[in-house]
């Protein structure tokens, strides 16, 4: 079973921060990202497919692009691929923000 993580402002003291991440600035700073795109649309395909709407920031991490998915002011993203630790951790270093699980 993979690990979810979530990128989260709700632990700062920081007064100058918003305490939620809005989409507005999660667009702003993924878009200057090379390694990022952003989708509303998220399809997961295997022997079945399912899409999943919402703001998406995708990371192409090689072949592979995980999702870090905003949703109400925080960012989550899945675990499954050790490569993802140190990108959340750069990413909420540069909002501002924690890594928490859950």
């Known amino acids: 079973m993979s690990?979810?993580?979530?990128?989260?402002?709700?632990?700062?003291?920081?007064?100058?921060?918003?305490?939620?991440?809005?989409?507005?600035?999660?667009?702003?700073?993924?878009?200057?990202?090379?390694?990022?795109s952003y989708t509303s649309v998220f399809t997961v395909a295997g022997s079945t497919s399912m899409s999943i709407e919402g703001d998406f920031f995708m990371w192409s991490c090689g072949d592979i692009k995980i999702p870090f998915r905003h949703y109400q002011g925080d960012i989550y993203v899945s675990g499954t691929n050790e490569a993802v630790i140190p990108k959340m951790i750069e990413v909420a270093g540069e909002l501002g923000a924690d890594v928490v699980e859950g």
Do not use: G
């Open 3 to 36: 690990q979810r993580y979530r990128i989260t402002r709700t632990l700062q003291e920081n007064d100058n921060l918003a305490k939620t991440i809005p989409i507005e600035e999660c667009k702003q700073y993924f878009a200057s990202k090379p390694d990022f």
